[in-house]
């Protein structure tokens, strides 16, 4: 094959182009709202809707059945986890939600947070201080921005809060928050931590045993460029088997006796127990399912040892559906 004379990044970046339809007509920089999605994606949701309207919208699911449970993989891949740590919503700010329903806060409880949070968090935390007596405290910031790991280490020697709280990357600005220095503080005091890594998933490589975080939440539709209506929630090891789970859980994700409510256990290509179960069946826009495995396989059919790093621009994200 005779030489084009351009570099590997160029050549990749032009084929990305290429497969993004609305670069031909303007410079979209808002991915931290919402990507142009590339056009495996959209023709992969495209595919799966014409598959619901003749097979039917649970019988097109079953089809796939396959592909969407190696989503739960791919998306573990993605953050340095298994399948059965993932679980996927309709978007970040459900699976956030659904974390925090995994606590039996009670009045006088502290979530400790910072000053510079995603605003639905705050407003959440607000909720809950109103409806629960749950007393929110907010970490100093460091002088050049974001919260201070020192002063996060001193609220928890003085007073052990049920759960700390981080955005990585705020919605708002370009700040970028020391997540792993406060997670090695909430690990050596034993104290639960959410993360909110919408904004960081698909900008930076996300390792959560570096983070050291019990939750974190994410979604497929900004720097990953998937379709809209897929959020996905990353729960420890230590969580699951403490036996946490979301206040409200359904017939996929628990099973109803006369004694007691029995969370189903963990089998191949099955509900996962604890806080995954029914996070990873609750119901999400199903044409956002076939775009998953599309655009993952696409992009990934790239070598990184053609000088580019792909490792954040991955989107393997798929849901499962409820009865």
Not at 12 to 28: M, N, Q
Not at 51 to 70: C, F, K, M, Q, R
Not at 209 to 218: E, P
Not at 248 to 258: C, P, Q, S
Request: aromatic share 6%; hydrophobic share 45%; glycine share 8%.
């Amino acid at each position: 094959m005779a030489s084009t004379g351009l570099d590997p990044v160029t050549l990749h970046l032009a084929r990305w182009r290429a497969d993004t339809p609305g670069c031909t007509g303007r410079v979209h920089l808002n991915n931290a709202g919402a990507a142009l999605v590339p056009r495996p994606v959209a023709d992969a949701v495209s595919q799966h809707l014409a598959l619901e309207s003749t097979l039917g919208g649970y019988e097109a699911a079953e089809s796939v059945a396959d592909a969407i449970e190696e989503s739960y993989a791919a998306v573990g891949r993605l953050l340095g986890a298994s399948a059965r740590n993932i679980a996927m919503a309709q978007n970040s700010t459900v699976a956030y939600t659904q974390a925090l329903s995994a606590f039996d806060f009670g009045p006088g409880d502290v979530i400790l947070t910072t000053r510079n949070d995603y605003a639905s968090n705050q407003i959440t935390f607000l909720s809950l201080a109103r409806r629960r007596g749950v007393e929110v405290v907010r970490a100093d910031d460091l002088p050049e921005g974001g919260v201070d790991p020192d002063s996060v280490r001193r609220h928890l020697s003085r007073r052990r809060p049920a759960l700390v709280a981080v955005t990585w990357m705020p919605t708002n600005s370009g700040l970028v928050q020391p997540v792993e220095a406060v997670g090695a503080a909430c690990e050596a005091a034993g104290v639960p931590y959410l993360v909110d890594g919408c904004q960081a998933v698909g900008q930076t490589p996300v390792d959560v045993a570096r983070v050291r975080c019990d939750y974190l939440a994410a979604t497929g539709r900004k720097f990953l460029r998937g379709p809209r209506g897929i959020g996905f929630l990353y729960v420890s090891d230590r969580m699951l088997a403490s036996g946490a789970h979301p206040l409200l859980v359904d017939m996929r994700g628990a099973t109803w006796t006369e004694a007691a409510l029995v969370l189903l256990p963990t089998a191949p290509g099955a509900t996962t127990p604890g806080v995954a179960p029914p996070l990873s069946v609750m119901r999400c826009t199903r044409v956002a399912m076939s775009a998953a495995t599309a655009y993952f396989s696409v992009i990934t059919s790239t070598s990184p040892a053609a000088g580019v790093s792909i490792a954040a621009m991955i989107l393997p994200m798929r849901c499962r559906l409820s009865a």
